[in-house]
């Protein structure tokens, strides 16, 4: 147990020795055990985009066993996906890598600008697969949001009373947002802080924007000065939303279609301003299998470095 | 247990071994037991149509041991039904048959754009009555598809709990869809990903067109060439959506009014494709028994003979 | 046990001996008891119609336990009714005749185009109060019929586990008919296939007209030359319709206001169509005791004879 | 047991004896012990109009101990209220009155054309505060009557499992009515029918007029030539929409402000009607407690005596 | 046990031993243990208007851990927040502070004229995190109040029937009220009973105005001239509201920005009024904690000296 995850699981003084045991497995796993930085593999794209956009770029991906051998061979702290995909590959590589289970879902046959998710999986079946965590979507800002809040809720206590942690994909949108201000920087502040407010253990985002979406929001970030103006300031401003970078805080990969090192920039950008990671799904698996372990590689050597820039939080 | 069945149960390591008993037999009954091949005689047409209109151009099949009886003698692998069907003959033909209780239903005298289905049955229901599987409808793209894959979710656990096996029938249909979708290429791809996703052992779905119906889509099969112009190509990339051929994905038999030799023609698409086998209700009730067996004997005579035109995936 | 109670039962091979016991037990009772012919006295109209126009016509049956009186002495099959009413004479008159418990119901204080009904009971209800069988109505072609559905399964898995029968009102009605559409011989064949689809052992339709309401229907019926022109053809079809004549399918008397031959007349036909016999509520508690008891009387007379004009199916 | 009791509790021949005790409790307590009439005190108004409106004419009723000792002292059967009034007095009047908690509550903060309630305490709520019975709202003729139909239902069914009694308070309303018709005297016998139907012990309704609200039932009314012209007839017509007099049936005290002789004369013709007694709410606890009590001797002296002007039914 | 800790708990003679213990445990911690007053300090902002608008304008307060020291360190009698927060911090501060779980929440990145809130934690995660009670807000006036009510309704029992007390907080807002109305009189004294009658504990309302917002009750109000025209004499009207005193009502500290004298000219005639102490948040934790403590103190001060003005209810 490094001092560095000692201290991060500090701040989960509410959970149990299960949930603490689970926790530390994620922190302690792959080639970023230890350091308190996370590489995640999620694969969630086949329910959510269909199978052809998501694996046809890189065909070997319709193989669920592809997935749980690409996150091995990178190093991965985890992997994540929805039930099907852990279930056709617990047993074959049981114990080989953390496993998160997505128990809730959405896919674009239907869309709605209040989106939900419809959910797929158990707690009991996170349990009979190994899993060390549950993850679930919530869309703040949707009609649906608080029915989602409470879906959590109900999760989270049976995940927790098992020992399980708790991975919320915090996404801001619907009918309470514009477009842009899905990736506010207020908005995406306040998507953390929901999460943590709901007892999430990790809270995976997509990165902010200097946009500023409320205007009761906006008053204060002027009034107070908030840097918001590099990549670098909006993550340190987003981990305080995550109680004060008590709370992991992971950012999203983004879009699958841009250059190498805009991504990696970005990731360079979490470092500096104090993020706990990655989760990378598009920017993983679309490609082969090669490039995808040179381009985590280049992901992980960030993160094991000294962030560029300026010290944690 | 034959090598290939041995291979195909290989795929459902997260299971547990009275599910995989259900499984295997489910393979291993009738005249294809052990090739791997699956020939289902389903019934649910009396409530889906009405009685009339399945049951009078074919007189003896109002009786509900008449459809044990012609599964029987045709050796198929199982028997689909609603509950009502299935407890008028489940004591007289027990062990004869394995049984698949078709536990949600609908009926067209009430239509609505976004379909939905009733809960008919339980999962209690199938173990008292000695079924090997529940079989289960959803509906990608319609307004209700999101409960309705939270009630599979609900019904397969409780399956997979008790040792049962999962079938379930995607049809994509609702207002996320044009007439045309439903039948799509990228359409159907996508609902057997889904259903595979949420767990299903065995995804039946109708053959697809060539058509594509969603933009994004749209640009990834011609972006990568993705061979869609046969049916054998379609039903090749059908099976490369349900886990690169790692899930049993079957087809149904279409309308009930062309000529045998257009239904052989698709069977041997859907075996040159590499498709796990057929399920044929309309065209096998609907007809005197000897025709009917004369029908199935045909179909069987394909699927286990080598396929035409190209390997397996 | 009589050769024809024997072989009805003989259809109900998926049930336990609980369940059975209790079918016996109604097809044992009363003064046609061992023919396999039914008479049932349901008194519901209270709640479905109001006290006075059930009750002022005939005022000794504003009091409950008049109707367990007239059950008894015209020799009944059964007695069904709501809680209250079976609630205020079953300890009186326990074990002196097979109570059928209604377990939902609707008043006419506010009407609907979608008509759906309140769960007024429980099982549990039927079980303490000694009841044989529960009594559920469904509305096909409602915009409820799918939650209907869906109830009347919860109802009847527990109904069988406890070893009661299920009879089910199957009445069609709603946004996807037309008012002649309600009793249309297509859709009063489909009422019963849904009821028996759905495990109902009992099913209570209408007398059928000669209308036929849906296309679809029409074309077979038409092509097949299902003979539907008088009411005996009709009800034979019904019977076909109810798993060719493995369920058990009993007629609702009609409206209240009619002479008692065209009562008779309807009778007659019920039974040469090999009905299963009647319940017959308005027109037995809505005259006074002594021409009650002479109707009943005259009904069963001509259910105890040979039917007229033909065979059973 | 007084032959009157008895007899009343004869009429519940399908409850346990531990219900039959709470019934006779609320028969056999307070100054009408054994006459088989019934004055109780509800004070819901707090709830249901607000505390200004329901206290400030007689300040010493905001206190919840008020009222425990006003029922006590005018000698009431029962003390009915909410769940906060009976918890702040159950202890220190435990024994001293039968309670009947009142478990669902609506305000006047918003309001709707179809009127529901909220569910506020439980059946464990009423045995943990030792009350005889519990007190439920139905609004026969609201859009939202069915479910609360449904929840009465489950309610009931709990608390006669536990042996307590059920009061309902049946108050048609809603889309489906007229102002007039929520007190036609078709509707209100409706309403008593529906209660007594759905297993209510006493049902509590109000006085009707002579208005008929519904053509089917005028028909009757009129063909039948069923008296309703005085209010002692609507009354007796009333009781024997309860079954014949076979459920307690009893009268609200109408609105607050009229002089005490027009309450009087109702209270005179709800007795040669043959009613069970009154519930008085605002003319008991909106006035000063001696003239509550002189108000409260004055209705139980005229319950006490021989009804005027005709024997019951 | 001080005597008026013991007068106050003797209102509650409906609650076990547990909740009295813990009810006891809010009143005699901190610098008013025993005195009967209360000052709390609940931190739901971050959830109820985000982050930044919370927590920028005093940095600290981003940590989970700053505001059990605040709670500590000012002697506040409880520290009431969201589930994420009390995770945070329950460990580490076991035993120094009750703790208060609020169990519902909602954010402003979705607004509704009538609001509602998720279910964001349970009364098992109070009882796992060591807390004296929980926290329940409800919107009386909205369209979802009636659910609002049941939802409490269902929490209140499980955490009386583990010991735990409730505290509400009831804020009319919603379709059936203006936006003065939210605070008048009438409609802050009926959120109080509701709330009482509900079954809470303690019930938190905010400082009412002299508005009179329903008609009826205006009808009331100057009938009985009701003294409502300063805040002294509007609170005492409050307290009455809240069973003549016999529950705990605080007040709110309302909207951050004013100066502090106007905050403790409210205190003041809290106090004066019979008011049983205040809820602090934003005035609390958005100034640096010396400049918190100060405040604290100050309002401390004026609840620990003999109330200006006049003698309690």
């Known amino acids: 147990m ?23 497995r994620l922190l302690n796993h792959g080639r970023l055990a230890g350091t308190g930085k996370l590489v995640i593999l999620p694969v969630d794209q086949g ?24 996150a091995i061979e990178a190093g991965c702290n985890a992997y994540a996906a929805p039930l099907g995909f852990l279930e056709a590959g617990a047993r074959a590589f049981a114990g080989e890598i953390p496993l998160i289970l997505k128990v809730n879902d959405d896919d674009v046959l239907l869309t709605d600008k209040d989106p939900d998710q419809a959910l ?22 949707s009609a649906h949001q608080l029915q989602m809040f409470g879906q959590l809720r109900a999760y989270a206590e049976e995940a927790k009373r098992n020992g399980l942690a708790v991975v919320v994909w915090s996404y801001p949108r619907g009918a309470g947002l514009t477009k842009d201000g899905e990736t506010a920087i207020d908005v995406i502040g306040y998507a953390v802080q ?15 924007t200097a946009h500023i979406e409320q205007d009761a929001a906006r008053a204060v970030y002027e009034a107070q000065h908030i840097p918001i103006a590099t990549q670098t300031e909006r993550v340190r401003h987003v981990l305080q ?13 983004g879009a699958a279609v841009f250059d190498d090192e805009t991504l990696l920039d970005e990731i360079r950008a979490i470092h500096a301003g104090g993020g706990f990671g990655s989760i990378l799904g598009r920017n993983s698996f679309q490609r082969s299998k090669p490039a995808a372990l040179k381009m985590l590689k280049a992901v992980m050597d960030i993160y094991e470095g000294a962030p560029d820039g300026g010290a944690n939080l």
Request: hydrophobic letters at 35%; glycine letters at 14%.
């Open 120 to 141: 797929t999986a158990s707690v009991q079946d996170a349990l009979r697969l190994g899993c060390c965590a549950i993850g679930f979507t919530i869309y703040p800002g």
């Open 47 to 70: 329910f959510e985009h269909g199978p052809a956009r998501s694996f046809a770029p890189n065909p070997p991906a319709y193989d669920p066993r592809y997935h749980f051998e690409l």
């Open 194 to 208: 929901i999460a943590a407010q709901l007892g999430a253990h990790i809270i995976k985002v997509k990165l902010p």
């Open 241 to 253: 939303c995550g109680f004060a970078g008590r709370r992991i805080v992971i950012f999203s990969g």
């Open 2 to 24: 490094t001092p560095r995850v000692e201290e991060i699981l500090g701040g989960y003084g509410g959970d149990n020795p299960g949930t603490l045991t689970n926790l530390s």
